[in-house]
């Protein structure tokens, strides 16, 4: 992990799993630094077919993020809700802290 970073952005709480909408808002989360050999599984894990995106779950895009503590934006990629954006807004952009407060803890991950 490189560290916790921010993106501009809205999550929204789909359920068992949050969606990012680029936009107004912030977003708090993780940065990894992955082989792009990685990048299959994880394309995988988010529903995403880079073949067909329209049919896809999420869409996996670049964008801008900020480490905590750095100025310097940096480049990644994210994947990002690209259906209806009217589920629940999580208003403090943090699905752990979502998590921690509203269900004392995270769900259960099958496919760990």
Same mark, same amino acid.
């Given at each position: 992990?490189?560290?916790?970073?921010?993106?501009?952005?809205?999550?929204?709480?789909?359920?068992?799993?949050?969606? !990012?909408?680029?936009?107004?808002?912030?977003?708090? +989360?993780?940065?990894?630094? /992955?082989?792009?050999?990685?990048?299959? #599984?994880? &394309?995988? !894990?988010?529903?995403?077919?880079?073949?067909?995106? +329209?049919?896809?779950?999420? /869409?996996?895009?670049?964008?801008?993020? #900020?480490? &905590?503590?750095?100025?310097?934006?940096?480049?990644?990629?994210?994947?990002?809700?690209?259906?209806?954006?009217?589920?629940?807004?999580?208003?403090?952009?943090?699905?752990?802290?979502?998590?921690?407060?509203?269900?004392?803890?995270?769900?259960?991950?099958?496919?760990?």
């Amino acid at each position: 992990m490189l560290g916790m970073a921010t993106i501009q952005g809205t999550l929204l709480h789909l359920g068992d799993y949050p969606g !990012l909408i680029q936009g107004e808002g912030i977003v708090h +989360g993780e940065l990894y630094e /992955l082989p792009i050999a990685a990048l299959d #599984r994880i &394309d995988d !894990l988010e529903g995403f077919d880079p073949l067909d995106p +329209g049919s896809s779950l999420f /869409l996996r895009v670049d964008c801008s993020v #900020r480490l &905590d503590g750095n100025s310097t934006p940096l480049q990644a990629c994210t994947y990002v809700w690209p259906h209806d954006a009217t589920a629940t807004t999580i208003p403090e952009g943090d699905w752990v802290n979502f998590l921690q407060t509203t269900r004392g803890g995270y769900p259960p991950v099958p496919w760990l």
